[in-house]
């Protein structure tokens, strides 16, 4: 008889010993009976061991699905530092399968792109330094240095993944790799169909899919021989999984390049503070297209002021095309002052406070202060704080009132659902079948849109005021990214809403984009990630009272740790959720290990824990 821990697949339990009577290879997915469930709950043969003083089940079922070494040593990783079961982790990956033979079959390629001196130097620079940074502004031929990197490696015979954090993106990028790589690329994202991932998983195992393409879950594919993970729009928040396990794509593919071996190149016109601080990087600065912008400010309280509605105007009747970004599809909410854009502060941290209506005041979440809600901005002491909102639906139906003969649509979550409505919109708009695109983050995710000369951005000033130590990081390198979809070819013209025109007109040139990233690690230094870790721990239930309790035992034990410094507790911004009372823990430390260590040693069910949180 054989002795097995196996790791039940989406399951935060701990690993469970079962019996065999045949050997199993470590890695094989099974299936096992749990407790007095009928139907068999999946698993993963993770370890042998010695037979057990308890009595043990038999394994059920042993399928033809594997995990394969690197993928159960990701797992690993992934289980410890961002605190999961080793089950939830694994259930991130498909697996391989057995029933697949591998097609002894070698193509070749010859994307016929003729890098500039500048894109040259930069190739080089990615191929030598193997993990590299590529910082090149908007419009400077990223994509052709990436299809020359992937081009390289595939006529290798090996494999490749372009990861891309909307799947908003693919639609544009298919075509480009398609016409280079033609069937031997694949896009991969949770809108396709079951079908199509069946044929997908096939292909890539069989070895006539070489590329693919997609949104983070490409990332845990079964790739036998990986040569190089691109990770486009590296800065992109969107890469940070929101549901457990709450890893972050990029900082995964970073960790399996070093560990394995493999070339990993990240991009951005934005480049994120950290990969900044921590990756080597190359800049690119020349333009592929000769382009001209002109940046415009807008410090009105109207959504839709005068001068923007001229501009619109104008634009249309040139026969151009106009965006209009809004921060979320969503209503948003945030306490700013009408007079002088500025929102309130918390005394000790460098962070917006936040509002808590059921306290009748404002907290900030990571020193715990609390004051009351003022009357009068205490920047300025004469303008009213006031609740503003503002949404994409509305913004989109006060246009059409104005502009009766134009064709405005939206583009947001709640517009483009399933991957058909995606590609049908970005057609018409590219087209020029629609004038006025109204959207939020979705907007500013690398689309060329070459007849697009104004970009009109609303509510800017509620990402620059957010509760977040990232709020300044977060709104310049959104502003960059809108700005760069107008005036792709010849000249554009940006019009920015905002009372913060100081911070933004200095940095929106994206050659001072650098001195940005610089001055923010200064001011986070001993403070804020890169320098140390930060952690939140949610406790949610439906008993307020009782989910209370929980957090202060928790914050107690906590405080204990002199290696680590809770910077904050309290009730959560958004305190009611789904029905459930919600209360939060933040946690920094330069000793990962002992964050770490602490972390795992919360095991109440009413905790989730976000290591890494981009909040």
């Not at 490696?153 to 494999?159: A, G, S, T, V, Y």
């Not at 070895?207 to 036998?224: C, H, V």
């Not at 399996?256 to 990087?281: E, H, N, R, W």
Request: aromatic share 10%.
């Amino acid at each position: 008889m054989f002795y097995y821990e196996i790791a039940l697949l989406k399951s935060p339990l701990n690993n469970l010993t079962y019996q065999s009577e045949e050997e199993i290879n470590i890695g094989t997915k099974v299936g096992v009976k749990l407790r007095n469930r009928k139907v068999l709950s999946l698993g993963v043969v993770v370890k042998s061991v010695e037979k057990p003083k308890f009595k043990c089940v038999s394994i059920d079922e042993i399928t033809n699905e594997y995990y394969d070494k690197k993928m159960l040593e990701t797992s690993h990783f992934v289980s410890q530092y961002y605190v999961c079961s080793l089950g939830e982790a694994l259930s991130v990956y498909n697996p391989f399968s057995k029933d697949i033979k591998k097609l002894e079959e070698k193509q070749t390629f010859d994307c016929k792109i003729e890098l500039s001196n500048e894109q040259t130097k930069a190739l080089n620079f990615l191929n030598e330094k193997k993990q590299a940074l590529l910082f090149a502004n908007t419009g400077s031929g990223k994509t052709e240095i990436y299809i020359k990197i992937i081009e390289k490696h595939l006529n290798d015979n090996k494999q490749a993944i372009l990861l891309m954090p909307e799947i908003s993106l693919t639609p544009q990028m298919q075509k480009r790799l398609e016409k280079v790589f033609g069937n031997s690329v694949a896009i991969w994202h949770s809108k396709i169909t079951k079908k199509k991932k069946t044929q997908i998983l096939q292909g890539l195992q069989e070895g006539s899919i070489k590329l693919i393409a997609g949104a983070r879950s490409a990332l845990f594919l079964p790739y036998e021989n990986l040569g190089v993970i691109v990770v486009d729009e590296e800065h992109d928040e969107s890469y940070k999984s929101d549901s457990k396990p709450r890893f972050h794509t990029k900082d995964l593919s970073i960790y399996i390049a070093k560990k394995f071996d493999i070339q990993l190149v990240l991009g951005s016109a934005t480049v994120s503070t950290s990969s900044f601080y921590k990756i080597p990087f190359i800049r690119l600065t020349q333009t592929y297209h000769n382009t001209k912008k002109k940046y415009t400010f807008d410090d009105s309280d109207a959504s839709l002021s005068i001068q923007v509605l001229n501009k619109i105007s104008k634009t249309l009747e040139s026969k151009n095309q106009v965006i209009v970004f809004l921060p979320t599809r969503a209503n948003f909410k945030y306490q700013i002052c009408t007079s002088c854009g500025k929102s309130v502060e918390c005394p000790y941290c460098s962070v917006s406070m936040s509002l808590h209506k059921n306290d009748l005041a404002l907290k900030c979440h990571y020193c715990g202060y609390t004051q009351q809600i003022p009357e009068f901005c205490p920047s300025c002491h004469t303008g009213v704080i006031k609740n503003l909102r503002v949404g994409t639906a509305q913004i989109e139906e006060e246009l059409k009132e104005i502009f009766k003969d134009k064709i405005i649509k939206r583009f947001d979550r709640d517009k483009v659902r399933t991957n058909t409505q995606l590609k049908t919109i970005l057609n018409e708009f590219n087209k020029g079948e629609i004038d006025i695109l109204v959207g939020t983050q979705m907007l500013s995710k690398g689309h060329d849109y070459h007849n697009v000369k104004l970009a009109v951005v609303l509510g800017i000033d509620s990402l620059l005021n957010m509760n977040s130590y990232k709020a300044r990081e977060r709104a310049l390198s959104l502003l960059i990214q809108i700005s760069g979809r107008s005036g792709r070819k010849g000249e554009g013209e940006v019009i920015i809403q905002t009372k913060n025109q100081e911070f933004f007109d200095y940095y929106l040139n994206e050659s001072n984009y650098q001195d940005f990233l610089e001055s923010e690690l200064e001011f986070r230094e001993d403070l804020y990630p890169p320098y140390l870790k930060m952690a939140k721990v949610i406790f949610a239930h439906t008993n307020g009272l009782k989910v209370k309790d929980e957090l202060d035992k928790y914050v107690h034990l906590l405080k204990q740790n002199k290696d680590i410094e809770v910077v904050g507790f309290g009730q959560c911004a958004i305190f009611k959720m789904a029905n459930k009372y919600r209360y939060e823990i933040i946690l920094r430390s330069k000793n990962i290990k002992a964050l770490l260590t602490s972390l795992h040693t919360i095991t109440s069910p009413m905790a989730s824990i976000d290591m890494d949180t981009i909040y």
